[in-house]
């Protein structure tokens, strides 16, 4: 053993435990870190107070309001607008449609100071116990807040804005203040903002006309304006109406008995017509582009404008009806162009929901066309099941009998060797709704087809320039482009009475004898020019009066042959033609483009006695405050301002203000020659080419009018009161086919317009001025006949124009065939 040994301690543990010095350390990080973050959330909190908007600016509230325009008779008849709002007051709500938001969204909105905790408290429990978000916590002073201060992003930090805002807005305004700017400014489904047009758009009713049961039911769509709408899902806004009952007896705002009877209450969806509808789109928009261009967006969209306009609602709606139905008429003539697409079995559905999406509607409305997919096919009976979005009807054999024989096949997918009309399983079709679904009955369709032609109408009062109703091509949605002001296309024979009554006032009469024979026209190096009668048949010497009746082509260029081409157009240009015109002899077979407005607006210097007026559609615009911006009053024509009975003649009684513009009229054309050229186009109508206007049993005139291979048919006519065009053609100019002339497919949308537009308007006929005469002639050649002679007929004269001679008699003084003398006219 050595004398020393150094024993070694155990090494249980070497380190040191911390000591004071260590925990305060740790303290001291702590601390630090404890102030840097409670620094950042203030720096962050007093960044998000400075960046909050004002909440002054709620207690003058002007949310975005509806612009009006209104007809001639004061009728509203459309809408302009970003957000579709009538803002009424808070006292004007009734008290328990308020009492039924509040039970259904915010129970404790009187309480409380713009947050609810115990509502705070409660969702949080919920929504951690299901792990998912099963109720908010919004108060009604938060969502207004929410709508009206702050952007729509789904961040934590707008939850805090919207707390903070919530409180200040609890401190400036009162709980009705609020409550005005809630109701007036909550999104209700169906395009409707705001509880008053919300009762308009489901019940048909001003908020202060719902009953309990009604009340109930809007607010229950706060959860959910589509998926509780009343319109499309009764059910489920049934549902909802109860659970927004049950919340009102409980708050104690109703009894337990009101609330039964308000559940037993039928509930009747009525809505309010749409006054933006299809039928005056293209009217409202050419206003719109004007008004925009000089207003500005914001006025227009948001600042409550009252627009008074010419439109006559009645003859707008004629207009829409009868172009729809007329192209119709004029497409089903070319026949059935077979399905617009064909669908796979699993492509039913999808595309079934998509077309439900677009029906606004409970049942479909009778009478409006509809794309639907054949699900059934019975071929023994020759009968489809077609599906229209989540409904399904029949459509039989005798509602497609204008297609002709189409194989039905049952079996999905096309089949090139059944030809291109086979209707298989999955091919869409388009038809029209001939008896609605109603319960539990399917609705009864007939085949339809859209039509690839276009047409324009546009009808205007002759003695104003007033554009009473105006439809710009078959379907706005799908076009905008309005042709009655925008497409310039060839009128043809339309024009062919700008150069009679040139002719009338160079000195011709309706008498004139004019050689209707073959002609050739050759020169300046270009091809020989060869006009044809569209008949091909050429009848020798005839009248001013026949030729225009029957619309003689050859007889159209020898009068302008005489008259001369620059005179003519200097003419055509005095009536209000502004388009550029062909400086040659096809002038007089309407060569050169006109658009429907421009060449109509010229037959309306001949219905009104010769003034040439400008047409115009707004006649008074006043902003949100009433406050008049523009007024324009109808010119003073003389002819009519001594009318007795300008009421029931449907002139305009209405006084106008001294300051307000008035639109010129300027006389253009002697009434005599204005007169005459009406006389001859009467004569159009009752034994010429536009003879179906006859139907309309009282005078017309009126002139129709088809270019080269049908591309485009023109109807144009008028009575005293009223004057109308009317075209049909492709964009893409072809043929119209089978039935494409003016007197096919132009005058009946024409007479059916007009029959309707004047219905309720007294008959009158076209007055002659007191220069002219009448005596009896022979058609043959122009002379004077005895009266009552055998052939004779009554020919209409200016004062000293009239043959002076009989068949035997022979008078120098008388000019020969083909002779005319220089321009004699009253207004050159």
């Known amino acids: 053993m050595t004398p020393y040994t150094e024993q070694r301690k155990p090494e249980v543990n070497r380190r040191k435990k911390p000591g004071k010095r260590g925990f305060r350390v740790i303290l001291v990080t702590a601390a630090i870190l404890l102030l840097v973050t409670l620094l950042g959330f203030g720096g962050y909190f007093m960044y998000l107070m400075a960046s909050l908007p004002r909440v002054d600016r709620l207690t003058d509230y002007r949310p975005p309001i509806v612009s009006q325009v209104f007809g001639d008779n004061g009728t509203l008849v459309g809408e302009f607008y970003l957000e579709r709002r009538t803002v009424v007051p808070v006292d004007k709500i009734p008290k328990k449609m308020i009492q039924a938001f509040v039970a259904a969204e915010d129970s404790n909105f009187f309480q409380h100071k713009g947050l609810d905790y115990l509502g705070i408290s409660r969702a949080v429990i919920k929504n951690v116990l299901s792990f998912s978000k099963k ?112 919340r009102m007896v409980k708050e104690g705002y109703i009894t337990q008995a009101e609330a039964e009877h308000a559940r037993r209450t039928p509930i009747v969806i009525a809505s309010r017509k749409k006054v933006n509808g299809a039928e005056s789109a293209y009217f409202l928009e050419h206003i719109r582009i004007h008004l925009e261009d000089r207003y500005g967006e914001d006025l227009l969209y948001k600042g409550g404008m009252k627009i008074y306009t010419t439109m006559n609602a009645t003859m707008q709606k004629a207009a829409y009806e009868n172009v729809v139905d007329g192209l119709k008429a004029v497409d089903k003539r070319q026949g059935f162009r077979g399905p617009v697409r064909f669908l796979a079995e699993s492509e039913v559905e999808p595309f079934c929901r998509k077309v439900e999406q677009g029906i606004s509607t409970a049942s479909l409305k009778q009478g409006d066309t509809y794309q639907g997919v054949v699900v059934s096919v019975d071929r023994a009976r020759g009968e489809l099941t ?215 607006s010229v037959y309306a210097v001949f219905a009104s006695g010769g003034f040439r007026t400008t047409p115009y559609f707004i006649t008074r615009v006043e902003d949100g405050e009433g406050r008049v911006l523009e007024e324009v009053s109808p010119p003073l024509i003389p002819i009519f301002s001594r009318l007795s009975s300008a009421v029931q003649d449907g002139v305009s009684s209405e006084t106008v203000p001294e300051d307000a513009f008035r639109m010129p009229a300027v006389p253009v054309v002697s009434p005599e020659t204005s007169y005459i050229i009406t006389n001859l186009m009467e004569s159009v109508v009752s034994s010429g080419t536009g003879q179906r206007a006859k139907s309309l049993g009282r005078p017309v005139a009126g002139k129709t009018g088809t270019t080269n291979k049908m591309k485009d048919a023109w109807f144009i006519g008028y009575v005293p009161q009223l004057v109308a065009g009317v075209w049909v053609g492709y964009d893409q100019e072809r043929s119209l086919g089978a039935g494409g002339s003016g007197g096919q497919a132009a005058a009946p949308i024409w007479t059916g317009f007009m029959k309707q537009a004047l219905a309720g308007i007294p008959a009158r006929p076209f007055s002659p001025p007191n220069d002219i005469v009448f005596v009896s002639i022979n058609p043959h050649t122009g002379r004077l006949a005895k009266q009552g002679g055998a052939g004779s007929v009554t020919e209409c004269f200016e004062s000293g124009t009239e043959p002076k001679g009989y068949d035997e008699e022979k008078d120098p003084g008388e000019n020969p065939w083909n002779v005319f003398p220089t321009q004699n006219s009253k207004y050159p």
């Open 135 to 246: 109720e908010g916590a919004s108060t009604i002073t938060q969502q207004v807040a929410r709508s009206m201060l702050l952007s729509p992003e789904k961040k934590f930090s707008r939850k805090i804005k919207e707390a903070i805002l919530a409180k200040r807005m609890e401190e400036k305004l009162s709980k009705d203040e609020i409550l005005y700017i809630y109701l007036n400014q909550i999104y209700l489904g169906g395009g409707s903002y705001g509880v008053q047009i919300a009762a308009e758009t489901y019940f048909d009713k001003d908020v202060e006309q719902l009953n309990l049961a009604e009340m109930a039911m809007l607010a229950g769509l706060t959860k959910g304006p589509e998926y509780y709408s009343p319109i499309k899902h009764l059910d489920r806004a049934r549902e909802r109406q109860g659970y927004v009952l049950e």
């Open 386 to 600: 077609v599906r229209v979005g989540d409904r399904s009807g029949t459509l039989g054999r005798k509602n497609m009998a204008w297609a002709g024989k189409v194989p039905l096949m049952d079996r999905y997918g096309r089949d090139p060797q059944a030809g291109a009309k086979a209707v298989p399983l999955g091919a869409v079709i388009e038809v029209s709704v001939v008896t609605p679904d109603t319960g539990k009955r399917g609705a009864v369709f007939a085949l339809d087809q859209e039509p690839l032609a276009q047409a324009a109408l546009v009808a205007l009062d002759p003695r104003t320039g007033a554009v009473k109703a105006m439809i710009g091509g078959y379907d706005f949605r799908r076009s905008q482009f309005n042709r009655a002001v925008q497409a310039r296309r060839n009128p043809g024979s339309a024009f062919k009475p700008i150069i009679y009554a040139a002719a009338l006032d160079r000195g011709m009469t309706a008498a004139t004898i004019i050689d209707d024979s073959p002609v050739e026209y050759t020169g300046g190096g270009e091809r020989a020019w060869k006009p044809r009668n569209y008949d091909n048949v050429y009848r020798g010497p005839v009248t001013m009066r026949t030729a225009l009746t029957n619309s003689i082509n050859v007889v159209s260029v020898r009068i302008l042959e005489n008259i001369g081409v620059d005179y003519a157009i200097e003419y055509a240009k005095k009536l209000g033609i502004t388009s550029p015109l062909a400086a040659n002899l096809t002038l007089a077979l309407g060569s050169s483009s006109l658009t429907p407005l421009e060449l109509t």
